[in-house]
């Protein structure tokens, strides 16, 4: 399993790398200010029993 996904910034369009706790669990949501933009954006990770990663975004 990758240890970092990456996201788009809904705001500004920006790809965004970020880290991945796996010991928060397999779904996961935060808030997080875009790097770029400062604009919060909602993320949702997903790691499937293969340990494929699925990282979805949403303006906040």
Known sequence: M????????????????????????DQQEFVED???CCCPVIIRIEID?????RCDSFPE
Request: charged fraction near 25%.
């Open 49 to 53: 029993e293969q340990g494929n990663v």
């Open 2 to 25: 990758k240890d970092e996904t990456e996201y788009i910034c809904p705001s500004c369009g920006e790809e965004i790398i970020i880290p991945i706790d796996v010991s928060q669990g």
């Open 34 to 36: 875009c790097p770029v």
